[in-house]
């Protein structure tokens, strides 16, 4: 079983509704067809690349983009709810999450939704985070070198 890191005085300000839990336009100038939920701008990519390649593709489309964190059920279900309504399917998708899994973004980890027997770094070489298998909305550590889709992220 993995330790995972946890900070302490997270602020859950990101939990406070904005949008009456719906999508709404992302409201940063330059953004064009991101969806807006609670404080974040939300862009799902259906690139496959690599974990590396979709963190840095995060982060140089928008000033201070970065892969998606997950801080609750609920948003994980809204990502999954992104994927869904952008690809009509649940494909594999990167997240934010890298082993030892803090959030790339420098977020509190203080959320997680593994999959059975996950995380469990298949012959040590599973490092990174991925949404949607073996089920959909579920997580499963994996190699970074697999190309995936991913989702992107912009903190109001």
């Not at 859950?12 to 509704?17: F, G, I, L, T």
């Not at 974990?51 to 998606?68: E, N, P, S, T």
């Not at 994927?83 to 790339?104: K, L």
């Given at each position: 079983?993995?330790?995972?890191?946890?900070?302490?005085?997270?602020?859950?300000?990101?939990?406070?509704?904005?949008?009456?839990?719906?999508?709404?336009?992302?409201?940063?100038?330059?953004?064009?067809?991101?969806?807006?939920?609670?404080?974040?701008?939300?862009?799902?990519?259906?690139?496959r690349t690599?974990?590396?390649?979709?963190?840095?593709?995060?982060?140089?489309?928008?000033?201070?983009?970065?892969?998606?964190?997950?801080?609750?059920?609920?948003?994980?279900?809204?990502?999954?709810?992104?994927?869904?309504?952008?690809?009509?399917?649940?494909?594999?998708?990167?997240?934010?999450?890298?082993?030892?899994?803090?959030w790339t973004?420098?977020?509190?980890?203080?959320?997680?939704?593994?999959?059975?027997?996950?995380?469990?770094?298949?012959?040590?070489i599973e490092?990174?985070?991925?949404?949607?298998?073996?089920?959909?909305?579920?997580?499963?550590?994996?190699?970074?070198?697999?190309?995936?889709?991913?989702?992107?992220?912009?903190?109001?």
């Amino acid at each position: 079983m993995t330790q995972l890191r946890f900070c302490l005085g997270c602020s859950v300000e990101y939990e406070k509704e904005s949008c009456n839990s719906t999508w709404c336009r992302c409201p940063v100038h330059g953004i064009h067809n991101w969806k807006r939920y609670r404080n974040v701008c939300l862009k799902f990519f259906n690139i496959r690349t690599t974990f590396q390649g979709a963190k840095m593709h995060c982060r140089h489309i928008v000033q201070g983009g970065d892969l998606v964190s997950i801080h609750s059920a609920f948003k994980n279900q809204k990502i999954v709810q992104l994927i869904q309504s952008e690809a009509g399917s649940c494909p594999r998708t990167w997240i934010g999450g890298h082993r030892p899994f803090p959030w790339t973004d420098g977020s509190c980890w203080n959320y997680s939704n593994w999959a059975p027997g996950e995380p469990n770094n298949y012959l040590g070489i599973e490092r990174c985070l991925e949404l949607n298998f073996p089920h959909t909305g579920l997580w499963n550590d994996f190699r970074c070198c697999f190309k995936n889709a991913f989702v992107c992220e912009k903190v109001l």
